[in-house]
């Protein structure tokens, strides 16, 4: 049993990230892990999962685009407004102490793989993230993890505007051939799902651990509706996801081929 | 010692996942056998695709759970293939479920659906979460109950299950006129019509406003329902709502229940509380020197 019925929490921060990006702070101790989401509901428009970017005893944090109703109006919403948050719902990456981390990001995905770096900066582990996105302009986080210590940075971007043309999985293959004590590395993944299952395989191909967050069209968060359960294991994302490791996403035979809408339906990427 | 023969098809045990519940894809039916259920039920399908309701749909509390998905399905066409896939997964039981605006089309959405390797077919006429769509539940009303049982009896070729409304007042009449009209088995009960305000914003929650209410605070609606349709009917019943322990199901057998629908217990002790379930009957049965459960089917009367 969770918390499963939505509590008002106040907006106490907001950092502008982009044109269509922003990062809201809430006040409350949800006790989150990297990789896990909340629902975020504002009454009479909408509610939908959102990835926790930022969690500490006081606050959490969402980074959000701007992209329907939900999201433009809580663009308009300021300091002292509340929102209606229930969860932490979902599986989380793991915090492993003396491991060589390999974080591959696109796009959004930058959000809960800086919360997990941020987490693992007490244990001793080096984190490579590769930093993926359309342009320069689309770069998340980019200062944010440059703040972080024990990491390196490599970044890519579809038009060259930052860092090198091209894509993170190739700047990951490179780093992952070359990698000394592969029983030491952990790659962790969030971003396009054809990203992802690119990651996926070369993590199978260079026998490195890996772990994957899937995203899927949920409904209630908590394992009931099975809205979001995968073929052909049948198990729900919501509940058993996001966040896989490898051993289970290759299982899920339906990633990077196709998801299903919110009447159940199957979408092919 | 939970074997249960139901309309003569075999299952390892009386405990099947209720309509609504996991149940969109084969693959999701496949995973309740895996933890523990003796056959399942597919989540409800309409003819052509549905949405279903904005969110908020669904909230958790101690003690209900509280839904308005507003029967969002694929389909019965999709639904089709992936209760084929069930049955390439499984050779578990399958009971399918469906639901529509009108009696016709009840017939309509059952032909095709049974094309799909089903043992036996629900109709869900007891949905309390369209009613701005398609007015009040059939299952309130014995004449409309007796059309669409009749209609899809007509056309089903496996045996039919009528689902029944926990609102209707007469739901041991509506029962007897399903049971008249060629009904095979009763399925008692839906959610039970109710909602939450949130104080915040002081609106309903739900965004259909009203809900159904299943869990813990359900359970002893559906066995006051089971107790008085077992009382009504020959045919068997499918005892369903809020069935969250061994206790519970032990409870509702003794109603008159020959197989037990469980769907909300998943939210309130995880995805294998089927197996729990199971192995808490089994427990207490030693215990009360219960050798299988034909002997206090319907006792406690």
Redesign the interface.
């Known amino acids: 049993m969770q918390n499963a019925t939505p509590i008002f929490l106040p907006i106490i921060k907001i950092d502008n990230e982009n044109e269509n990006v922003k990062t809201f702070y809430i006040q409350g101790d949800i006790k989150a892990k990297p990789g896990q989401f909340v629902m975020l509901w504002l009454p009479r428009i909408d509610q939908k999962p959102f990835s926790i970017s930022d969690c500490d005893d006081n606050q959490f944090a969402l980074t959000i685009f701007k992209r329907g109703p939900l999201t433009e109006k809580l663009f308009n919403m300021g300091i002292g407004d509340k929102v209606g948050i229930t969860g932490p719902f979902g599986t989380n990456f793991s915090l492993k102490p003396d491991t060589n981390y390999f974080m591959v990001a696109g796009g959004y995905g930058a959000a809960p793989l800086y919360f997990l770096s941020k987490k693992l900066q007490s244990l001793n582990s080096h984190i490579d993230f590769f930093l993926g996105a359309r342009s320069d302009k689309h770069l998340l986080f980019l200062d944010k993890i440059k703040l972080l210590s024990n990491i390196t940075l490599h970044v890519a971007t579809d038009d060259g505007s930052a860092g090198e043309k091209g894509f993170v999985t190739q700047q990951l293959e490179e780093k992952l051939a070359a990698a000394e004590n592969k029983n030491k590395v952990l790659v962790c993944t969030c971003g396009p799902e054809l990203m992802e299952k690119k990651v996926l395989d070369l993590s199978n191909q260079y026998d490195v651990d890996s772990e994957i967050s899937i995203e899927r069209y949920m409904k209630c968060g908590f394992g009931v509706c099975g809205q979001c359960c995968v073929d052909p294991i049948g198990i729900s994302m919501c509940k058993n996801g996001p966040v896989v490791n490898k051993i289970i996403a290759n299982q899920i035979t339906e990633f990077g081929k196709y998801h299903r809408d919110k009447s159940g339906a199957k979408i092919f990427y | 010692m939970l074997q249960t023969i139901f309309l003569n098809k075999k299952f390892s045990n009386p405990i099947v996942v209720a309509s609504g519940?996991?149940?969109?894809?084969?693959?999701?039916?496949?995973?309740a056998i895996?933890n523990g259920c003796g056959g399942v039920t597919a989540?409800s399908v309409s003819l052509t695709?549905?949405?279903?309701h904005?969110?908020?749909?669904?909230?958790?509390?101690?003690h209900f759970?509280l839904?308005a998905?507003g029967l969002?399905?694929?389909?019965v066409d999709?639904a089709v293939k992936?209760l084929i896939?069930f049955k390439r997964?499984s050779s578990a039981p399958l009971i399918g479920s469906i639901f529509a605006g009108t009696p016709n089309e009840f017939a309509e959405v059952a032909e095709i659906l049974c094309q799909a390797p089903l043992d036996y077919l629900e109709i869900d006429i007891s949905c309390p979460n369209v009613s701005k769509e398609f007015g009040e539940p059939f299952a309130y009303t014995t004449s409309a109950v007796e059309i669409i049982t009749k209609k899809v009896k007509a056309v089903s070729n496996v045996p039919i299950s009528v689902k029944l409304s926990p609102n209707a007042w007469n739901i041991d009449q509506i029962a007897q006129a399903a049971e008249a009209a060629g009904a095979d088995a009763i399925t008692a009960v839906n959610t039970v019509s109710g909602m939450?305000i949130?104080v915040?914003?002081r609106?309903p929650?739900l965004?259909n406003k009203q809900g159904g209410v299943s869990g813990p605070a359900l359970f002893p609606i559906a066995l006051k329902c089971v107790y008085d349709i077992y009382k009504k009917v020959k045919i068997p019943i499918i005892g369903t709502g809020g069935i969250t322990t061994g206790k519970d199901a032990l409870e509702m057998i003794m109603a008159g229940a020959t197989l037990l629908g469980v769907?909300?217990a998943?939210?309130?002790r995880g995805?294998d509380v089927f197996m729990k379930i199971t192995q808490e009957m089994e427990e207490i049965m030693k215990a009360e020197n219960i050798k299988n459960l034909d002997e206090i089917r319907g006792c406690a009367q």
Not at chain 2, 21 to 31: E, F, H, Q, W
Not at chain 2, 49 to 52: A, D, L
Not at chain 2, 72 to 75: F, Q
């Open positions: 519940v996991i149940g969109v894809t084969g693959a999701s039916l496949n995973r895996i989540k695709p549905r949405f279903g904005p969110n908020p749909t669904m909230i958790g509390q101690k759970f839904n998905v969002s399905n694929p389909g999709e992936e896939e997964l939450a949130d915040h914003s609106i929650i965004s769907g909300s998943i939210y309130f995805e």
